[in-house]
């Protein structure tokens, strides 16, 4: 067992449990017991890590990453070879875990390496976050798909849409994502645009979920995102152009839907904070996160459920830590909204929140530790965190000089 004193806690992450500072019991996997600090006595066998005031957040949640994105070099990442392309998306997982995120959503890769590297964590031959993961990306032909490489599986028929969910369940995956909208890093694509039809859309949802999955769907436009709510569409990934009667329609239609807003891709190409881009990617970036703040701030007035995704490669994760969690504090959006949505809103949203999100006694004991209190100054987050469990394993960072860090 692992004990955890001296925890400072934020209230609205933590159940059954009505005071700031505890001693956190760990046995096994899970959180057994939290304490008033020094009112219990551990047993001899007990490892004590004092946390020394520090704050403990619940694991955090990306919902919309790439592992495939080592970096944000895009010839590069379409030729470098399958093993290559393995390798990185496992060592990107490890990454996410060093950085406090215990549980990511992969929406897109190619050669189904994400589902071998969520597979392999689970067996414990990896060492990574919890990984739940689509497999190809679903499109119409469209403009700018082929800046992916293989990535997307393109098809413009309703009739084919069965074939390939299917295909897709059949290669392990969790769910299926599908491109309704262009999109922002597509050179020549339209972030606005609707790329599909409803016909088409409406095959895409039916046929998953035939198959016991839901849609993710690529929506930054106003008439995309409608479509999605209309057909069903589990989660709408950026939700970037909606408006007051595309939110009304998420209740209309009995609370299908629920966003996946993604601020840190396009706050870090419109502020060309990994490198100068195409003066077509700064303007649209910066127009979509415009847009993609409002939206939020519509669904959070309507109660409609709302994620945290990311959409950032590891490089820029690396170098800028915790930069979601900044993007949207840039926004005004509070720190008790964001750290929400970081950790329970996006466990239920991923059907998680029995076992994660909070901590609470008899949960899963992923903790992050946090020198500073990012309840009250995000910028806390642009640290790394000072420790990491998953699952009540402590995470040990090695760098290749075999040093602990």
């Known amino acids: 067992m692992i004990a955890l004193t001296n925890c400072r806690l934020v209230k609205y992450l933590t159940e059954g449990y009505k005071h700031e500072l505890a001693d956190i019991l760990i046995d096994g996997k899970k959180i057994a017991a939290i304490y008033p600090c020094g009112e219990n006595e551990f047993?001899?066998?007990?490892?004590i890590i004092d946390v020394k005031g520090r704050t403990v957040l619940p694991g955090f949640f990306d919902l919309h990453a790439h592992l495939m994105f080592s970096n944000q070099n895009w010839d590069y990442l379409i030729r470098r070879p399958e093993q290559i392309y393995l390798m990185e998306s496992a060592s990107f997982a490890k990454e996410?875990?060093?950085?406090?995120?215990?549980?990511?959503?992969?929406a897109g890769c190619n050669h189904y390496a994400s589902g071998t590297v969520r597979d392999y964590i689970e067996k414990g031959v990896l060492s990574g976050a919890r990984v739940i993961t689509s497999g190809k990306i679903l499109s119409p032909t469209a403009v700018g798909n082929e800046c992916f490489g293989a990535l997307y599986e393109e098809f413009d028929s309703p009739d084919k849409a069965l074939e390939l969910c299917r295909r897709e369940k059949a290669h392990g995956v969790d769910f299926v994502k599908y491109m309704v909208t262009g999109a922002v890093l597509?050179?020549?694509?339209?972030?606005?645009?609707?790329?599909?039809t409803q016909e088409e859309l409406d095959a895409v949802v039916k046929a998953a979920?035939?198959?016991?999955?839901?849609?993710?769907?690529?929506?930054?436009?106003?008439?995309?995102?409608?479509?999605a709510i209309r057909a069903g569409v589990y989660t709408i990934e950026h939700a970037s152009y909606m408006d007051r009667d595309s939110v009304d329609m998420i209740a209309e239609y009995g609370n299908r839907s629920v966003t996946v807003p993604t601020f840190a891709i396009p706050f870090i190409l419109a502020n060309e904070l990994s490198g100068p881009q195409p003066e077509e990617f700064k303007l649209k970036a910066n127009d979509a996160s415009e847009a993609m703040a409002e939206s939020m701030r519509m669904c959070l007035e309507a109660g409609v459920q709302t994620g945290f995704g990311s959409d950032l490669d590891m490089s820029s994760h690396l170098k800028y830590p915790g930069l979601e969690f900044t993007?949207?504090?840039?926004?005004?959006?509070?720190?008790e909204v964001i750290l929400k949505q970081a950790t329970i809103q996006s466990a239920r949203i991923?059907?998680?929140?029995?076992?994660?999100?909070?901590?609470?006694?008899?949960?899963?004991?992923?903790?992050?530790?946090?020198?500073?209190?990012?309840?009250?100054?995000?910028?806390?987050?642009?640290?790394?965190?000072?420790?990491v469990f998953k699952e009540g394993r402590r995470f040990m960072y090695w760098t290749y000089r075999n040093e602990m860090v």
């Open 327 to 335: 993007a949207r504090a840039n926004y005004n959006f509070s720190n």
């Open 96 to 106: 996410y875990l060093r950085m406090g995120y215990t549980t990511i959503r992969d």
């Open 209 to 227: 979920e035939s198959l016991g999955l839901y849609v993710a769907a690529h929506c930054h436009g106003t008439e995309g995102i409608k479509a």
């Open 350 to 387: 991923v059907g998680l929140d029995d076992r994660l999100g909070t901590i609470k006694a008899g949960k899963y004991a992923d903790l992050v530790v946090m020198d500073g209190k990012p309840d009250e100054d995000m910028s806390v987050m642009k640290k790394l965190p000072d420790m």
């Open 43 to 47: 047993s001899g066998d007990t490892e």
């Open 186 to 196: 597509n050179l020549g694509g339209v972030p606005g645009e609707m790329v599909t």
